[in-house]
T-cell receptor, first 114, second 113 residues
């Protein structure tokens, strides 16, 4: 059973507009939630994180929102740029000594059109 | 130079063969990980190592083994490769304090025929 779900395999957005990527999880014991970005033929790169005790974290154009009651998080990219076109993976981390043991979603492919 | 390197980048092998994938890092991190990615799926953890003497099974360790030869080196072996091990394999590293922030290598595309 998937503990981290990204229900939208793809998303297309116009340059300059907002991109919203969504993620749902089932395990309330996760202590950190992450977003990774992946370009073709490259490894994933860490983008942004949020602690389970926060509801928002912002880094430049990227903001992650966490709704613990709904077990839902989202990544907002404003404004979207063509270089943001990539696959975005949502991931969750177990607490304590297993913190590096990440559970990944299946990814959402974002296309930003000029 | 890349912080996390993987060799080989591409490999085609036959069913039943033993194969080793290698990973090296220059980031000085204690923790290292091996993941596999299948088409349309996210990354799944195979093994992870907190340090040279501490190795742990991940979600899908059956059919794989690992060796942490040094802090900077972590290798993944398929003792007898089978076709459903055809996948993209990634090595990653992290610091102990922010273990969720992982640095990935470029990946090894493995095909088992």
């Amino acid at each position: 059973d998937q503990q981290v779900k990204q229900n939208s395999p793809s998303l297309s957005v116009q340059e300059g507009r907002i991109s919203i990527l969504n993620c749902d999880y089932t395990n309330s014991m996760f202590d950190y939630f992450l977003w990774y970005k992946k370009y073709p033929a490259e490894g994933p790169t860490f983008l942004i994180s949020i602690s389970s005790i926060k509801d928002k974290n912002e880094d430049g154009r990227f903001t992650v929102f966490l709704n613990k009651s709904a077990k839902h998080l989202s990544l907002h990219i404003v404004p979207s740029q063509p270089g943001d076109s990539a696959v975005y993976f949502c991931a969750a981390s177990r607490p304590g000594g297993s913190q590096g043991n990440l559970i990944f979603g299946k990814g959402t492919k974002l296309s930003v059109k000029p | 130079d890349a912080d996390v390197t993987q060799t080989p980048r591409n490999r085609i092998t036959k069913t039943g063969k033993r194969i080793m994938l290698e990973c090296s890092q220059t980031k000085g991190h204690d923790r290292m990980y091996w993941y596999r990615q299948d088409p349309g799926l996210g990354l799944r953890l195979i093994y992870y190592s907190f340090d040279v003497k501490d190795i742990n099974k991940g979600e899908i360790s059956d059919g794989y083994s690992v060796s942490r030869q040094a802090q900077a080196k972590f290798s993944l072996s398929l003792e007898s490769a089978i076709p459903n091990q055809t996948a993209l394999y990634f090595c990653a590293t992290s610091d102990t304090d922010r273990a969720y922030e992982q640095y990935f290598g470029p990946g090894t595309r493995l095909t088992v025929t």
